[in-house]
């Protein structure tokens, strides 16, 4: 029979329980999201739930209780004489304001959109048949693009583009940039008005994703130096650009080393790859803390599905690493890779032809 150690199942019930509590209220997180509560407390001080749904157009019996399972998790906090509810600056920094780097909504609409999708994944387990980008709940598309947008907003043009071997110059006198599987065009907006002597195109194989790109590039005035056009990585048209980007899709392509091959032949002699990447060490157990968790799970819910579903079906996954990344660039072609800079949750190389 084997033997129970009770210390260490109590230890591992109570990380379960935390797990099961995360769990049921990163729904709620998206609802709360959805609904614009965090957004309504956010500087609002103390409300009561009436209050709270009063300004957000909800029922406050409903309210009430999300507010109780987010007192419960200590993102609000409860004050029982008055019986309000708070949402302290910091939190709101993760849960109400778009732009900020440590936003996390946009990671609970991608995750309700992984919930919503599970029957297709557990088929996918069975058959070892990929789920294709274009299958997901729509929230995946949307929830991404917030997902990684904050990192753009904050660190591309800031950090990023600059930590590159004279890219930044180029692109400020005047440079020809394609952004590959460019998702909802958030990167390439950035750019676009980060840059304005440079001309974008953006490039992705999911059609709808670049019709509200096209809008994004619209909304920010930038429409006439960006175009969106349907392409796969590996057949993208054009030749001769000073930066090819790709923002987190390599390792979501079923053949990542035809797409850098593709990418390589469309650079100019003296262009530049940039591969933005989830961050990651080179071994499993360099990622056992909870970004390679969470990564692990994207990674196993889509990415590595995405990747199956393409033709060669490399399913390099999320979590690739530097040294993997870099053989894979080195088998395409480049010659000189590196890490130029990295975030908690983003990995940036640069390589060049
Ligand atoms: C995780 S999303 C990233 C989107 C965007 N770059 C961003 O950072 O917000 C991955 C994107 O890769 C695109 N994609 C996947 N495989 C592709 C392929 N073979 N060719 C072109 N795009 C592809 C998907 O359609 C999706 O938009």
């Keep these: 029979m084997t033997h ?66 987010q007192a419960a998790g200590g993102y609000v906090v409860h004050d029982p004489e008055h019986d309000t509810f708070e949402l ?12 900020s780097p440590v936003f996390l909504g946009g990671a609970y609409e991608a995750i309700a959109s992984c919930y919503s999708d599970h029957a297709m994944l557990i088929e996918a387990f069975r058959t070892g048949s990929g789920v294709g980008w274009e299958r997901h709940d729509h929230r995946l598309f ?40 460019c998702g909802l065009g958030s990167s390439t907006v950035i750019m676009a008005e980060a840059y304005p002597h440079s ?38 048209p054009g030749t001769g650009f000073d930066l090819i980007c790709l923002f987190d899709c390599l390792h979501d392509m079923g053949d990542p080393v035809g797409a ?4 390589r032949q469309a650079l100019a002699h003296d262009g530049t790859l940039m591969l933005v990447e989830p961050n990651a060490g080179n071994t499993l157990q360099d990622n056992l803390n909870p970004v390679g968790r969470t990564f692990y799970g994207f990674s196993t819910t889509v990415c590595t599905p995405a990747s199956l579903a393409q033709p060669v079906g490399l399913g390099l996954g999320a979590q690739a690493g530097p040294s993997r990344l870099t053989q894979v660039l080195t088998e395409a072609g480049f010659s000189r890779v590196r890490v130029a800079a990295e975030t908690p949750f983003s990995l940036v190389l640069e390589a060049r032809p």
């Excluded at 099961?20 to 729904?27: Q, V």
């Design 4 to 69: 129970i150690d009770q210390e260490k199942l109590e230890r591992f019930v109570g990380q379960a329980v935390g797990d099961m509590a995360a769990a049921i209220s990163g729904l709620l997180v998206h609802v709360g999201d959805r609904l614009g509560l965090y957004q309504a407390m956010a500087g609002a001080g103390p409300l009561t739930a009436e209050e709270l749904a009063r300004r957000t157009g909800t029922t406050a019996r409903y309210v009430r209780e999300w507010l109780c399972n």
């Design 88 to 99: 302290p600056a910091e939190h709101g920094a993760v849960l109400a304001h778009e732009d």
């Design 142 to 181: 949307s929830g991404v693009r917030r997902l990684f947008h904050p990192s753009y907003t904050n660190f591309l043009t800031s950090a990023w583009i600059p930590a590159l071997d004279g890219v930044e110059a180029k692109l400020k006198a005047g440079a020809s940039v394609a952004d590959i599987g």
């Design 199 to 236: 001309t974008f195109a953006g490039f992705d194989y999911h059609g709808p994703s670049l019709e509200a790109a096209r809008g994004a590039a619209a909304e920010a005035s930038v429409q006439h130096r960006v175009r969106f056009e349907t392409a796969a990585a590996d057949a993208f």
């Design 260 to 263: 850098a091959r593709h990418v």
